[in-house]
């Protein structure tokens, strides 16, 4: 599966949303590099790749997927740049402890992607915890058109629904390549349909990792066909060691945590997004809420486990220009002395803190400033530093 280039990841980024934009590319050969080959032995072994795919495809009916997968962009340009261009296709999960706006990030993903696809999207945000409604999604930007959530699930509806939408897809393939997205919160909540029905949990216990364990293998091929994201919100669990002998951490940095939903549900995700609260936001920028530490803890489109912060609002959910603004603040663009800000690419302007919102809105000549240094520390802090693909930089 190919990934991005550092140009693509760059391609758009406008200033207003630095998103991603997905572009079919040619899949390039790395098995074969022209750095260890001769131009002759490259050639012969080319020719024989080929060959061996055109026999596997006439012989046996199985065809290389040379295509780059598809992704939502999350509003967040400093996300979307370490997602590999934002949520993608197939089965992600977005986990953390309560609090940590793992709803608000899934909902926000639904917005941006409604803006950017002027409405043609389609998501389905499916409730297993009965705490989101109409009024809390509009308010976190799901507006064109608004979103009924669906309650009372099971975990085989939540697979009905990503069923829907490829059959609708197949039947109007003029919307087959635009992202459409599942929202399930969370897995954790979610019980299986007999389990909806049984007194005694002895008689469910394990069903729904087995269910999992059946479908998610199913139905990841035909989520990546027709350009579907199952985003599932998912809880942690403390990790009970038994005996003489610690048990090995399910994922590299979970530590003493473990993601409900047995070990189909990681292995099957291509994303999984790990948050938590770190410090409160009291005011400072106009509103509360909390600084959220993140880590793609797994991800199979950009480097995995950098650290990296996000701005997050009680009200209105994550803030990509906070976000933005708090990345400068840490990279030295922009210099704080006492109640007075600079930034250092257009000194002639100084700024409130409170108030830097409004000279990002009104002032063009900053506003353009701001999105420069934003770009930049984008390439030169990610994607310059974790996009390599010198095959020669690992020695």
């Not at 590999?84 to 899934?106: R, T, V, W």
Request: charged letters at 25%; a neutral charge; glycine letters at 8%.
């Amino acid at each position: 599966m190919p990934k991005k280039n550092k140009e693509e990841l760059l391609e758009s980024i406008d200033g207003e949303s630095l998103q991603v934009i997905n572009k079919e590319t040619e899949l390039q050969t790395s098995v074969y590099s022209k750095i260890s080959l001769t131009d002759e032995e490259f050639e012969a072994a080319k020719s024989l790749q080929d060959k061996f795919t055109e026999h596997l495809k006439v012989t046996q009916g199985i065809v290389p997927d040379l295509s780059v997968r598809s992704t939502i962009p999350t509003g967040i340009d400093l996300l979307d740049v370490l997602m590999g261009g934002g949520a993608a296709s197939g089965f992600l999960q977005i986990i953390g402890p309560p609090g940590s706006g793992k709803s608000a990030l899934a909902a926000k993903i639904i917005a941006t992607s409604q803006r950017k696809h002027k409405g043609m999207t389609h998501s389905i945000y499916m409730d297993g915890e009965d705490s989101t409604d109409k009024k809390r999604l509009i308010q976190l930007g799901v507006t064109k058109p608004t979103l009924d959530p669906y309650t009372g699930i099971s975990v085989e509806s939540v697979f009905k629904s990503i069923e829907g939408m490829c059959t609708f897809k197949s039947d109007n393939p003029e919307v087959k390549d635009i992202p459409w997205a599942v929202v399930w919160d969370s897995i954790a909540n979610t019980h299986t349909e007999a389990a909806l029905h049984e007194m005694d949990p002895n008689k469910v216990t394990g069903l729904k990792a087995r269910i999992l364990s059946h479908l998610l293998p199913i139905y990841i091929s035909k989520m990546r066909e027709f350009n579907v994201s199952l985003i599932a919100v998912n809880q942690l669990r403390d990790k009970i060691d038994m005996g003489i002998f610690k048990a090995p951490n399910d994922l590299q940095f979970l530590q003493n945590k473990k993601i409900p939903g047995g070990w189909s549900s990681m292995f099957n995700s291509i994303q999984i997004l790990y948050m938590k609260p770190i410090g409160h936001i009291d005011g400072e920028y106009g509103f509360y809420g909390s600084r959220v530490q993140c880590k793609l803890i797994k991800n199979k489109l950009f480097s995995p486990n950098i650290d990296f912060t996000m701005i997050f609002s009680f009200e209105r959910g994550f803030s990509n220009f906070f976000t933005n603004y708090e990345l400068l603040k840490k990279t030295k663009r922009i210099h704080m002395g006492g109640a007075w800000g600079t930034l250092s690419s257009y000194p002639d302007k100084k700024f409130q803190q409170k108030n830097v919102i409004n000279m990002y809105n009104e002032n063009e000549k900053f506003r353009e400033a701001f999105n420069n240094d934003v770009k930049d520390v984008l390439k030169t802090e990610y994607i310059d530093v974790y996009a390599s693909t010198d095959e020669n930089a690992i020695g």
